[in-house]
Nanobody, 111 residues
């Protein structure tokens, strides 16, 4: 199993980013996924999740109305579209499937 995140970077407050999680090594279409984030000195925090069907996304309160999780089964990829970014969204974002985690992609929101 391999989960590889990408798409992080430096963005100004109010800006947008789309994170990607490319998955391999298992049957993608039957798996649910989640995005989490972790800032140094803090516990890892749940951000959003999507089930195998893609019809029931679930968001942390901090992400509701600003972030959108989606999946493309043809590309074996899960996305996290982030808009209206705030400085407090600065973190290392991880893709998760069951007990498997990616290496993370850094998002920095700063002017």
């Amino acid at each position: 199993v391999q989960l590889v995140e990408s798409g992080g970077g430096l963005v100004q407050p109010g800006g947008s980013l789309r994170l990607s999680c490319a998955a391999s090594g298992f049957t993608f279409s039957t798996a649910g996924f989640a995005w989490h984030r972790q800032t140094p000195g803090k516990e890892r925090e749940f951000v959003a999740a999507i089930d195998w069907s893609g019809n029931m996304p679930y968001y942390a309160d901090s992400a509701k109305g600003r972030f959108t999780i989606s999946r493309d089964n043809a590309k074996n990829t899960v996305y996290l579209e982030m808009t209206s970014l705030k400085s407090e969204d600065t973190s290392l974002y991880y893709c998760n499937m069951h007990t498997y985690w990616g290496q993370g992609t850094q998002v920095t929101v700063s002017s």
